[in-house]
């Protein structure tokens, strides 16, 4: 893939995290600097560096996808941090399952839901 970016920010369809790690991730033989939202509609680049850049406007592409997502896995990168309590109201609101855990448990997990045909998504910050 060329300059290592998604196409318009945007891969439609659902697909496996291959590998991450050295500031990106690799997927649907593309890779991609910077940290990704993996959702039911496709793969979506994320302009998130730590989870305290989190914002309404951030996570509304997750919402946006309805009943079609039942769990987010939430990546926060090497380390696990705590979202706000406004952020964990408005997935209870939603009805939208939440895990926070570290990026690489959060990609590993996603795989293995993935392969259940779970109804899962995961919002991904990416490590060094």
């Known amino acids: 893939m060329s300059g290592g970016r998604l196409y318009d920010g945007f891969v439609p369809?659902?697909?496996?995290?291959?590998?991450?790690?050295?500031g990106g991730f690799r997927f649907a033989?593309?890779?991609?600097?910077?940290?990704i939202l993996v959702l039911p509609?496709?793969?979506?680049?994320?302009?998130?560096?730590?989870i305290t850049?989190?914002?309404?406007?951030?996570?509304?592409?997750?919402?946006?996808?309805?009943?079609?997502?039942?769990l987010l896995?939430?990546?926060?990168?090497?380390?696990?941090?705590?979202?706000?309590?406004?952020?964990?109201?408005?997935?209870?609101?939603?009805?939208?399952?939440?895990?926070?855990m570290q990026t690489g448990a959060a990609a590993r997990t996603y795989n293995i839901l993935l392969a259940e045909n779970r109804r899962v998504g995961a919002a991904l910050i990416a490590v060094p």
């Not at 090497?78 to 939603?94: G, K, T, V, Y």
């Open 13 to 22: 369809g659902r697909f496996p995290i291959d590998a991450y790690g050295n």
């Open 53 to 70: 850049e989190l914002t309404t406007e951030s996570l509304a592409p997750i919402f946006a996808e309805g009943d079609a997502l039942e």
């Open 29 to 35: 033989d593309m890779s991609h600097r910077g940290s």
């Open 73 to 100: 896995l939430l990546g926060t990168g090497a380390d696990i941090a705590a979202i706000p309590e406004r952020f964990r109201l408005r997935f209870r609101e939603a009805r939208i399952g939440l895990d926070v």
């Open 41 to 50: 509609s496709g793969v979506r680049a994320w302009p998130i560096d730590t």
